[in-house]
């Protein structure tokens, strides 16, 4: 008799304790966050500083982050002649990635190697285009949102004549890359990561240009990384006009926090 009501006793005792780690009814389920993109990504420095400031804003219920950044990554199923392999494209892991990890929100930084150093042409532009078009549509087919961040500059640049307006900047990089565009064609090996494109930073306006378009989709936000980073372009890249320094992450973190509470009023119908 002893036994059984001792037995009982440690029974209410353990289903007590169990109940007492199961979360309260009225606690929202805690968001998961998948950072994908390329190296920038895949470096962390932005991603772990918005981890932190989420957490920060709501410890009681912080997100879950998860930064599957790959490096030499693009969404056009591009690469160089002399690349060393063919770059990897995030279409080919994706469903893996949505299935594996079931997340709330994507947040995604393409671009910078989508263009794969080259002067700006429309076929090129469109496999980005295509890319970043099937990204979204796999994403929103899990029921997930989509926040796209604009690439960073590629801070170096092609001279221009001093005094030259918006416009004869236009016409300057429109005639070179139609020549730079016929030299690629002669010579596979002319540009890429080693050899890019003396304006390639005005290929990632254009790439950045189009993708702030997207903004205002059903359950897809973009937010402009481009715009803060080229304030300060000549202290966020040190000697990579690639990958961002320090600086150059915590601005990029700042541009998304900064949008983000709009963004999540946004998806919550306020």
Not at 153 to 160: D, L, V
Not at 167 to 176: D, S, Y
């Amino acid at each position: 008799m002893k036994l059984t009501v001792i037995a009982s006793v440690i029974g209410f005792a353990v289903l007590g304790a169990l109940r007492a780690e199961e979360p309260k009814a009225d606690q929202p389920t805690s968001p998961t966050f998948l950072f994908l993109g390329d190296s920038i990504t895949a470096a962390g420095g932005y991603v772990r500083q918005i981890g932190a400031e989420l957490a920060k804003a709501n410890p009681a219920n912080p997100p879950k982050v998860i930064n599957h950044g790959r490096n030499s990554e693009t969404t056009s199923d591009l690469s160089e002649a002399y690349h060393p392999g063919r770059r990897p494209c995030v279409l080919t892991r994706l469903d893996k990635e949505l299935a594996d990890n079931k997340p709330n929100w994507v947040v995604a930084c393409y671009g910078i190697n989508d263009g794969i150093y080259h002067p700006f042409n429309e076929k090129r532009f469109a496999a980005y285009q295509t890319g970043i078009e099937s990204f979204i549509k796999k994403v929103q087919d899990t029921g997930a949102k989509v926040i796209l961040l604009t690439p960073p500059p590629y801070a170096r640049t092609g001279a221009f004549p001093e005094g030259a307006d918006a416009a004869a900047r236009e016409e300057i990089v429109k005639k070179v890359d139609a020549e730079a565009d016929v030299e690629a064609e002669k010579d596979p090996n002319k540009f890429g990561y080693r050899t890019p494109y003396a304006y390639y930073d005005e290929v990632m306006a254009r790439y950045s240009k189009w993708l702030l378009t997207l903004n205002g989709r059903k359950d897809v936000w973009v937010v402009d990384l481009r715009t803060p980073m080229l304030a300060k372009v000549k202290e966020t890249h040190g000697g990579d006009p690639i990958h961002p320094n320090g600086l150059g992450h915590s601005i990029m973190a700042e541009a998304f926090l900064k949008q983000w509470p709009a963004i999540e009023a946004q998806a919550k119908g306020k």
